[in-house]
């Protein structure tokens, strides 16, 4: 089945730097990569979808200047995440839908566990 | 807006039947997914309705009913293992998920 790499799984950065997470659809073109955060305990709030070759579009709430998303190619999206601070310690997850699949799944990355200290 | 409700927590025990129910509220409806979460892990498809009726899929099966805007998820033959979080979520235009609060379920020996 479809598979959807992302890495790192967790990642420990001092505050004010930046951290960038990479989504990669294994075996199969996703020209579109949405991106989550989920804090303990709560749902996942979708952040921005990540359309390849194009500019991502954010969801209310949501700084693109603080979350840059790049997806320059069909298998390869990037969020990263500028100036971290530890309000931004969360659950990253990435997600994608291969379009040959027979229904409307979508396939999660493993998730990034960021800890900004 | 879109807004999805779903119990908090759910307790069964091993063997048990129990069903989890999500009301939604959302423009550009085209279905309605589940997805369960184990602490720490990536959510994992586990079923989807575009139209009115049942699902099963092995011991899962997911209902949907779009003039009551309201599904549900149906666990049964329950295993300690389906410990888990389920969340239904709204696929919307723009093939955009929004996700439930989720719902704990905790199966009891």
């Known amino acids: 089945g479809a598979v959807v790499s992302q890495h790192p799984s967790w990642v420990i950065c001092k505050s004010g730097t930046s951290v960038k997470i990479e989504c990669r659809s294994l075996?199969?073109?996703?020209?579109?990569m949405f991106w989550y955060r989920q804090f303990p305990k709560q749902s996942l709030m979708l952040m921005a979808t990540s359309n390849e070759g194009s500019k991502a579009t954010y969801e209310q709430g949501v700084e693109k200047d603080k979350f840059l998303i790049n997806h320059a190619s069909l298998t390869l999206s990037t969020l990263t995440v500028t100036s971290a601070h530890p309000e931004d310690s969360s659950f990253y997850i990435c997600?994608?839908?291969?379009?040959?699949?027979?229904?409307?799944?979508?396939?999660f990355g493993s998730g990034t566990r960021l800890t900004v200290v | 807006g879109q807004s999805l409700e779903q119990p908090s927590e759910v307790t069964a025990v091993e063997g048990a039947i129990v069903q989890i129910n999500c009301t939604y509220q959302t423009s550009g409806f085209y279905g309605l997914s589940w997805y369960q979460q184990h602490d720490g892990g990536a959510p994992t498809f586990l079923s989807y309705?575009?139209?009115?009726g049942l699902e099963e899929t092995g011991r899962f099966s997911s209902f949907l009913s779009r003039s009551d805007s309201y599904g549900y998820l149906l666990l049964q033959e329950l295993q300690m293992k389906d410990s888990a979080s389920y969340f239904c979520?709204?696929?919307?235009?723009?093939?955009?998920?929004?996700f439930g609060g989720g719902t704990r379920l905790m199966v009891k020996p």
């Open positions: 075996d199969f073109q996703a020209t579109t």
């Open positions: 997600s994608a839908r291969d379009r040959t699949g027979p229904n409307y799944g979508y396939t």
């Open positions: 979520a709204v696929i919307r235009a723009g093939n955009m998920l929004t």
């Open positions: 309705n575009a139209l009115d």
